[in-house]
C-alpha cells in the first residue's frame, strides 16, 4: 500500500489551495483518512481527520477555514485550505487506517509529505 499527495505549493495570505492524496494497492477497507502538519522546529500535529462514517475533526486553528473530504471509490482525501496564513506553513502529510486484501491486516499508512509555504 503506498499513499502519494499532492496539490501543495507557495500562495499568498488569503488564498486557497487543495490538498489530494490517494492510496493505492492491495486495499481491502479505508478507515480513518486524516492530515497532519509539521512546521519547521515543532512537532506534527493533527489538522484534520474523516471517519468512514462522514465523521470529520479540525484542529482548532484550522476551523472553519480547512474542510477535509473522502472520495471512497478512489481511495482519496481531500483538504481544501482556505483564508490560509503564514502560520499554516508547513509539511503537509496524509495519514490513513487501512486493512488489507488477502491478510486483512489493519495498519497505519503515511504519504511522503507535500509543502504548503503562505507568503507574501
Known amino acids: 500500500v503506498q499513499l502519494q499527495a499532492s496539490g501543495g505549493g507557495l500562495v499568498q495570505p488569503g488564498g486557497s489551495l487543495r490538498l489530494s492524496c490517494a492510496a493505492s494497492?492491495?486495499?481491502?477497507?479505508?478507515?480513518?483518512m486524516g492530515w497532519y502538519r509539521q512546521a519547521p522546529g515543532k512537532q506534527r500535529e493533527l489538522v484534520a481527520s474523516?471517519?468512514?462514517?462522514?465523521?470529520?475533526n479540525y484542529a482548532n486553528s484550522v476551523q472553519g477555514r480547512f474542510t477535509i473530504s473522502r472520495d471512497n471509490a478512489k481511495n482519496t482525501v481531500y483538504l481544501q485550505m482556505n483564508s490560509l496564513k503564514p502560520e499554516d506553513t508547513a509539511v503537509y502529510y496524509c495519514?490513513?487506517?487501512?486493512?488489507?486484501?488477502?491478510?486483512?491486516?489493519?495498519?497505519?499508512?503515511w504519504g511522503q509529505g507535500t509543502q504548503v509555504t503562505v507568503s507574501s
Open positions: 495519514r490513513m487506517s487501512i486493512k488489507r486484501l488477502g491478510d486483512g491486516y489493519l495498519d497505519v499508512y
Open positions: 474523516l471517519t468512514a462514517g462522514g465523521i470529520a
Open positions: 494497492g492491495s486495499i481491502f477497507s479505508i478507515y480513518i
